[in-house]
């Protein structure tokens, strides 16, 4: 009954991916869910160890050259941003962000509701190569699925990829 999609009203639904934990011993029942920063690559699991990796970015609002691409739209007689006031008012944002703007984020429910949240990991955990590749992070994301349904051990690298290969020791992101 719905002519074109700009008759639904949509709410804003940010970037991320939302895993359910059901318990299929009985009748279907969810005993917990995670919500990760990121989209979902791929994942492998070995047992009841569950290891996912997403793709994330910083949580920046950067700013970009041109009228097209400028954060707030410019007003009649205003110029657009030139490529030197973008890069420079993406300096400042940066020297301004916190570690929290860097790295993903997870919000845990357990089956009595009780939330948990944080960050996936910390710097230490975190890997880049050599010479800068972009801002895209992979995180490897472990889950015991025996338990409680919360990330631990999870590992970053700077970087992007998109083929997963697991054996059961091993996991290759290219």
Do not use: K
């Amino acid at each position: 009954g719905v002519e074109s999609f700009a008759d639904i009203e949509m709410s804003y639904v940010p970037e991320g991916t939302r895993l359910v934990l059901v318990d299929l011993s009985g009748n279907p029942e969810v005993v917990g869910t995670v919500d990760l920063d990121g989209t979902y690559v791929d994942g492998r699991q070995v047992g009841s160890t569950a290891r996912l990796v997403v793709r994330s970015g910083p949580r920046l609002d950067w700013t970009y050259p041109g009228e097209m691409y400028a954060p707030v739209p410019s007003t009649e007689g205003e110029a657009p941003l030139t490529e030197a006031e973008a890069l420079a008012a993406n300096r400042e944002l940066v020297e301004r962000s916190t570690i929290e703007d860097w790295l993903p984020r997870f919000v845990a429910t357990d089956e009595a509701g009780e939330r948990s949240d944080g960050l996936l990991g910390e710097c230490e955990d975190v890997s880049h190569p050599r010479e800068y590749s972009g801002t895209s992070m992979l995180t490897v994301v472990t889950l015991d699925l025996a338990g409680a349904l919360e990330p631990h051990g999870s590992v970053t690298v700077v970087a992007d990829g998109q083929t997963v290969y697991g054996t059961a020791e091993s996991l290759y992101i290219a």
